[in-house]
């Protein structure tokens, strides 16, 4: 037999196969494309909010409908993770990203071409299934293209900028757009998309699992977070007391508990049952849901606030959150060498603090306060996002093997979308509530602030990063 080809010093054939310069083609392209994926999948959860009066104008239909065109996309998107992350690794990271942003670049189609309200929010509930399949693999992706951690340490803060851009540009683009056509808010995903999958195609295959489907665990699961995303996005407008409030939420323990019960049971979990005996786990999927819930809570409060209370107009609510969200913007890229310096622990505990003393800091101010001052302590939530977010993916990415990447990606982007939701839905209901509007403001602040807090005291558990041991 003759002996597996192999370099002069004993390397490994793959080595001689696939060279460095070789490899960092493909991880570039990797990286390029799981940006760009990540783009598109965040711009469409902000962009539309803006075009929604012109919508409403050109296809018809009541508030209902345009609720559900936002609420649409965002239930399939929280209830699908868990299981695109399971498929993500079942079939490999890049045929499930590929496929989910194909279908994705579909939807956006169809929703451009949408004749009525009706097929608008199908469409939509399509194109946040496919995000759902997007965004697990993206992650998985750069787990797979970057096999040291250093490295994907800095490829998850280039990956973070996808992000970062669509949120800060969003709202703007969205409203440029729509001056001259809403639909081509919808068209502009498509060459994105198309350069997204070329860029995937020179990427290296990912290898898939061959282990069986848990179709149980599917269900169950699936169930589970639609009801429960459901139930939130409900409690928003009817209050948690609604009977079919309540009855989703019932539905989503019941369904919550079949899946845990499924998952100790069946041959092959999606989520087995052994990740969640990690710390490091267990403590990254808190700082992803605590995260969610000031970075979201805190824009959906304060702008109402805004403009109830200060009379501002949505331009001018806008302007006050723009230092908040350029901070984040400029500051992300330079995440993982902050992490490299500090240690990503210490990065992410730290903005943790922030978040948590900008929070408290806004909760206290007067109404009448001036806007900069409003402006000036936000931008200390806004730098948690390139302090928390980047580091906690990349501490999670390391504490799992790859072959276990999407589902540990489908479980921490979970938890972040079900922190947005509850954030949305409680803090909705506080504002609500007989005791006054700036009452349930500062209620909510205070609480955000509280779950922030604990989440940093949680987060000193996280094992040290590698850069600084």
Not at 383 to 406: I, M
Request: hydrophobic share 55%; proline share 6%.
């Amino acid at each position: 037999m003759n002996p597996s080809p192999s370099s002069s010093t004993g390397a490994p054939a793959t080595a001689v196969l696939d060279p460095p310069a070789s490899r960092d083609r493909h991880a570039g392209a990797a990286l390029a494309a799981a940006v760009l994926g990540f783009f598109v999948v965040t711009l469409d959860a902000v962009v539309v909010n803006v075009t929604l009066p012109t919508i409403r104008a050109d296809l018809g239909g009541g508030v209902a409908g345009l609720q559900w065109v936002v609420d649409g996309y965002t239930l399939m998107f929280a209830a699908l993770l868990l299981t695109a992350g399971s498929l993500s690794d079942r079939l490999g990271a890049r045929r499930a990203f590929g496929g989910g942003l194909a279908v994705f670049v579909v939807a956006s189609v169809a929703c451009g071409f949408a004749p009525d309200l009706a097929a608008l929010v199908a469409a939509r509930f399509v194109q946040g299934a496919a995000a759902a399949g997007v965004m697990p693999a993206s992650m998985a992706l750069l787990r797979e293209a970057y096999p040291d951690a250093r490295t994907r340490g800095r490829a998850i803060a280039v990956w973070a900028m996808g992000g970062a851009v669509a949120s800060s540009c969003g709202p703007v683009l969205g409203g440029a757009l729509t001056q001259l056509d809403w639909r081509l808010v919808f068209f502009l995903n498509v060459p994105v998309g198309a350069v997204a999958l070329v860029l995937l195609s020179r990427a290296r295959r990912s290898v898939p699992r061959a282990v069986p489907f848990d179709v149980l665990g599917q269900v169950t699961s699936g169930i589970a977070m639609v009801a429960l995303t459901f139930g939130v996005i409900e409690a928003g407008a009817r209050g948690f007391g609604d009977p079919v409030v309540v009855a989703a939420l019932a539905a989503a323990v019941l369904a919550a508990a079949g899946f845990v019960l499924a998952q100790r049971r069946v041959a092959h979990p999606m989520v087995p049952p052994g990740m969640f005996r990690s710390r490091t786990v267990v403590i990254t999927v808190a700082v992803g849901f605590a995260f969610m819930v000031g970075y979201y809570g805190l824009p959906f409060v304060v702008s109402l606030f805004l403009q109830q209370e200060r009379s501002l107009n949505a331009l001018r609510t806008g302007a006050v959150f723009l230092p908040m969200m350029l901070v984040g913007l400029v500051l992300t890229p330079f995440s993982a060498r902050l992490a490299e310096r500090f240690g990503r622990r210490t990065l992410i505990v730290a903005g943790l603090v922030l978040m948590t003393v900008g929070l408290a800091a806004v909760a206290m101010l007067p109404a009448s306060v001036p806007l900069w001052a409003f402006a000036a302590l936000m931008v200390l939530i806004g730098l948690g996002g390139p302090t928390v977010s980047p580091p906690a993916t990349a501490v999670l990415l390391d504490a799992v093997p790859h072959e276990g990447a999407g589902v540990a990606s489908g479980v921490f982007n979970t938890s972040r979308q079900v922190g947005g939701a509850l954030a949305v839905a409680v803090f909705g209901g506080l504002l609500s509530q007989p005791g006054g509007f700036v009452r349930g403001v500062h209620t909510s602040l205070w609480m955000a602030a509280g779950v922030l807090a604990v989440t940093a005291v949680l987060a000193l558990f996280l094992p040290i990063s590698k850069e600084n041991s």
